[in-house]
Antibody, heavy 116, light 111 residues
């Protein structure tokens, strides 16, 4: 059974940093691209970033480019999202997803609240 | 960015009924490789989104044949037949032909 389990969320002040992790199991992690998708409270879905199966390619939405970094450790079957210079508009539930030009498996999500 | 427009925003249905949700993209979703990366997701209350349909009309593993997807180019439709209580929630279309974007969602409620 495919499982994606996020961790690392919480309350953070504007301008500070936070790192999310996603532990994957139930599939060969190193064979798949992975992504982060977020959802602000009461809002819709918004793609944040994608990383290729081997980590050689990364893609970001414009609003997080230069502030967020997606990475992976295939030996640990873990996906990461390093978020710097956080803003109030980054407040959302962040989902780890498996990315194959569609998002077929999703984690339970982790809440990130950016507030002073 | 490819803008995805879903209609209607909300929909009321009786159990056992049939509904259709429309999704329109601002650009053709046909990829250079010939595939069309249009997918549909359902987010049930308090849960993560789940994939229903990918590449326009392919049902994901374990998804009932009551769900069907169709369309091409820029116009797509999700049909749900014989609606059950477990079908209620918010439906999103999404595209992966370019950097991923999603529609605004359609809330399916009981009449």
């Amino acid at each position: 059974e495919v499982q994606l389990v996020e961790s690392g969320g919480g309350l953070v002040q504007p301008g500070r940093s936070m790192k999310l992790s996603c532990a994957a199991s139930g599939f060969t992690f190193s064979n798949y691209g992975m992504a982060w998708v977020r959802q602000a409270p009461t809002k819709g879905l918004e793609w944040v970033a994608t990383i290729s199966y081997d980590g050689s390619s990364t893609y970001y939405r414009d609003s997080v480019k230069g502030r967020f970094t997606i990475s992976r450790d295939n030996a640990k079957s873990t996906l990461y999202l390093q978020m710097n210079s956080l803003r109030s508009e980054d407040t959302a539930t962040y989902y780890c997803t498996r990315d194959g030009s569609h998002f077929d498996y999703w984690g339970q999500g982790v809440m990130v609240t950016v507030s002073s | 960015d490819v803008v995805m427009t879903q209609t209607p925003v909300s929909l009321s249905v009786s159990l056992g009924g049939q509904v259709s949700i429309s999704c329109r993209s601002s650009q053709s979703l046909v990829h250079n490789n010939g595939n069309t990366y249009l997918s549909w997701y359902l987010q049930k209350p308090g849960q993560s989104p789940q994939l229903l349909i990918y590449k326009v009309s392919n049902r994901f593993s374990g998804i009932s044949d009551r769900f069907s997807g169709s369309g091409s180019g820029t116009d797509f439709t999700l049909k749900i037949s014989r609606v059950e209580p477990d079908d209620l929630g918010v439906y999103y279309c999404g595209q992966g032909t370019q950097y991923p974007t999603f529609g605004g969602g359609t809330k399916l409620e009981l009449k």
